[in-house]
Nanobody
């Protein structure tokens, strides 16, 4: 069964850090570009970051550049999103998606993990 499972979300104070994980089962993650997306209440889902499967190139939305880092561990079939200097506006449900190329529509989605940044 093809599945993506996110974990690592939670409640954190402004300025804090979290590391999200996106674990794949049923298919090799290294055959796909993996993107992180987020959706805040009342807003559309937006792309946050992506890591290519072909050359490992990474991409970031301007709003997270310099604060978030995406990485992949193919041996563990997992992609990570390290989030530092978190702001209240980062509060959202975070999803990972597997696509042929970065910013293509994902073929597979995870169920999401909630990140709340609040004092």
């Amino acid at each position: 069964q093809v599945q993506l499972v996110e974990s690592g979300g939670g409640l954190v104070q402004p300025g804090g850090s979290l590391r999200l994980s996106c674990a794949a089962s049923g298919f090799p993650l290294d055959r796909y570009a993996i993107g992180w997306f987020r959706q805040a209440p009342g807003k559309e889902r937006e792309a946050v970051s992506c890591i290519s499967n072909s050359d490992g190139r990474t991409y970031y939305a301007d709003s997270v550049k310099g604060r978030f880092t995406i990485s992949r561990d193919n041996a563990k079939n997992t992609v990570y999103l390290q989030m530092n200097s978190l702001k209240p506006e980062d509060t959202a449900v975070y999803y990972c998606g597997a696509a042929t190329r970065c910013y293509d529509r994902p073929d597979y989605w995870g169920q999401g993990t909630q990140v709340t940044v609040s004092s």
